[in-house]
């Protein structure tokens, strides 16, 4: 973790005192930009009391405000400060119908979702094109709730960063994410090996109506590096973070408790004030080649992910005042 990265704003929100939990500061609204900004999941337990309101359950609860009840609602809640947010428990299950519908049913009327897909399509070992493209039939009926009332952003199809490419592997993916295409539903993959990093694969993405995800994980040596590419009209970037030394776990986790401990530790990461600034300039360069951008991340632990998510919106807010003038946060055309 870059402890020195902190900025003095946040430093207080990491070792927060009992029943001193107050709301943040809410970031400016900057969808009219065409930027999306959000986390990579919205309820993690450690973000209660930092966060998100503390847990209250059973008398305390009915002594609440509606106001207060509703709070408690994690998704409703993280929803008074993004616009957006990737739903990641689909990668360890399959979508259900079911749940969107309820996803949908909290949702605010300009809330945008990316999907993470299920991880029998992005993990596989068989690579078997019919197979992942009746999986990715599913995931498009689970999200219909979604589709139906414009909440939909894409499907993210997100590799491990050891998975190095080959024709056949290519050809796998293409498949899959055009059944969602073919439906008009967007979906963009996430490339971690910089084998991936090559004209021929971005192309047959482009020609495709594919999305390309720009990524950051920490600089391996065969990390894919982070650009401002975009093959389709979605613009889209996660952040992951930088923390080298805990991204491959040591020794194998063997239980649940083990396992939750390395993930943690893996995006364990605050980016700097400088870091922010370098990232909102790729960004900005990728709103040049693309209608809207969805700008996500990824380093939730301890909520990290949530400060830096509010820090960059703040950031481009103030880089689109400088460029329209005072009184407006809107991009220049």
Same mark, same amino acid.
């Given at each position: 973790m870059n402890d020195d990265s902190r900025t003095t704003e946040f430093m207080d929100l990491f070792k927060p005192e009992p029943d001193t939990w107050a709301p943040l500061d809410p970031p400016p609204d900057i969808t009219g930009t065409g930027f999306y900004v959000g986390t990579s999941g919205y309820y993690f337990e450690d973000w209660l009391g930092r966060f998100n309101p503390p847990k209250v359950t059973g008398k305390r609860l009915a002594g609440l405000s509606d106001e207060a009840r509703a709070d408690q609602d994690q998704l409703r809640f993280y929803q008074k400060y993004f616009p957006l947010v990737e739903i990641n428990n689909t990668f360890y299950r399959e979508p259900m119908l079911t749940n969107f519908v309820d996803i949908e049913r909290r949702s605010r009327p300009a809330t945008k979702y990316v999907v993470k897909v *299920?991880?029998?399509?992005?993990?596989?070992k068989r690579w078997e094109a019919e197979t992942g493209k009746a999986l990715m039939r599913n995931h498009i009926t689970a999200v219909s709730p979604l589709v139906e009332t414009g909440r939909f952003y894409s499907f993210l199809i997100q590799l491990e960063d050891r998975t190095i490419r080959n024709q056949e592997r290519l050809d796998y993916f293409l498949a899959v994410a055009s059944e969602a295409v073919r439906m008009k539903l967007d979906v963009h993959i996430e490339f971690r090996h910089n084998s991936w990093h090559n004209l021929y694969p971005l192309?047959?993405?482009?020609?495709?109506?594919?999305?390309?995800?720009?990524t950051e994980i920490p600089p391996v040596k065969y990390?894919?590096?982070?650009?401002? *590419?975009?093959?389709t009209e979605k613009g889209y970037v996660r952040y992951s973070g930088r923390n080298i030394q805990n991204w491959v776990p040591k020794g194998k986790q063997k239980t649940s408790k083990a396992r939750i401990?390395?993930?943690?530790a893996r995006y364990d990461y605050l980016y700097s004030e400088p870091e922010m600034e370098e990232r909102v300039e790729g960004q900005i360069e990728l709103s040049q080649k693309a209608s809207s951008v969805a700008v996500v991340y990824n380093n939730h632990y301890q909520i990290q992910a949530v400060l830096n998510a509010i820090q960059n919106m703040r950031r481009l807010n103030q880089g689109f005042r400088k460029i329209a003038g005072p009184g407006t946060g809107v991009r220049v055309p």
């Open positions: *299920y991880r029998d399509i992005s993990h596989t192309q047959a993405l482009k020609d495709s109506g594919i999305g390309i995800c720009n990390a894919f590096p982070l650009k401002a *590419y975009a093959t401990e390395a993930r943690n």
